[in-house]
């Protein structure tokens, strides 16, 4: 009986990749304010009210480790952070990437993180406008990271897929559902074939969970194409999610290692 539900199944998703291609990719299902809300972490729109906490996560050393190639000398002022969300806003409405700020409610932050947490990072509770409606935050909230897809190929059905990640959030389940809700938009809603991940050597952390979480293994090493100034260079390790698989077996996976948090 179990083998004949796991048959059925596997063969519903695989009616949905077939479907999927069928469809193609809609440039209307890019949204101009995308969010999306799981059980630890809410996706929001960014927005001005933002830039002081993104000037701060962006400019913050540790967090940054793994992305030197996107540093700056002496940080980020909130008006560096603003023509950031300005510039990003601009390539959104083009349709060339969906954009996300990650934030968590107070109550929902581990004891041990919530101890190094200032008052003056939580943000009052609101509603913030989305394209298909709101979403409500009934309790203070803190910014903790940004992420979404970048550079979409609607022709192709193609994206590549990121996420910062404050790092007193690393290893709380923060970033497996952040990105789990941006595979999911990218594969169901926009229908894309195939989205990418790009990391450092270095980065061990996303590395492990690409390779163990989500099940890939590195598709190719691009050698020197991250410029870390000063004439220094890195390598790319990228990655990549292919529909098949996220209906196969990715999205069962990582929804099942969501609910074990």
């Known amino acids: 009986m179990s083998s004949r539900r796991l048959s059925t199944t596997t063969a519903l998703r695989r009616n949905s990749v077939l479907d999927n291609s ?3 990719c809609d440039p209307d299902l890019v949204p101009e304010r995308a969010g999306s809300t799981g059980s630890l972490v809410t996706l929001i729109p960014p927005d001005k009210d933002q830039d002081v906490a993104m000037s701060r996560l962006l400019s913050d050393l540790e967090t940054m480790k793994h992305l030197m190639f996107m540093t700056r000398v002496g940080g980020y002022t909130k008006k560096d952070a603003a023509a950031r969300r300005v510039g990003r806003d601009e390539r959104q409405h083009a349709k060339e990437l969906v954009n996300y700020t990650i934030v968590i409610k107070k109550s929902l932050i581990p004891r041990s993180v919530l101890q190094n947490i200032g008052d003056d990072e939580f943000m009052p509770a609101c509603k913030i406008p989305v394209d298909n409606g709101h979403i409500e935050i009934d309790e203070p909230y803190m910014v903790i990271g940004c ?3 970048n550079n979409i190929d609607l022709a192709n059905r193609c994206s590549e897929a990121g996420i910062i990640l404050d790092a007193r959030f690393w290893r709380t389940g923060v970033s497996t559902e952040a990105l789990y809700l941006t595979l999911k938009f990218g594969f169901e ?4 074939h195939r989205i990418s991940l790009h990391t450092t050597e270095g ?7 690409m390779e163990k979480a989500v099940g890939v293994e590195v598709e190719c090493i691009r050698k020197d194409v991250l410029y870390l100034g000063n004439d220094k260079y890195i390598d790319s390790w990228d990655y990549a999610v292919f529909d098949h698989d996220w209906y196969l077996s990715v ?11």
């Open 251 to 261: 999205e069962k996976n990582l929804r099942a290692r969501i609910a074990k948090r």
């Open 203 to 209: 980065n061990l952390g996303m590395r492990g969970w």
């Open 147 to 149: 992420c979404g897809l």
């Open 22 to 24: 069928k469809k193609g």
């Open 189 to 192: 809603t926009l229908c894309l």
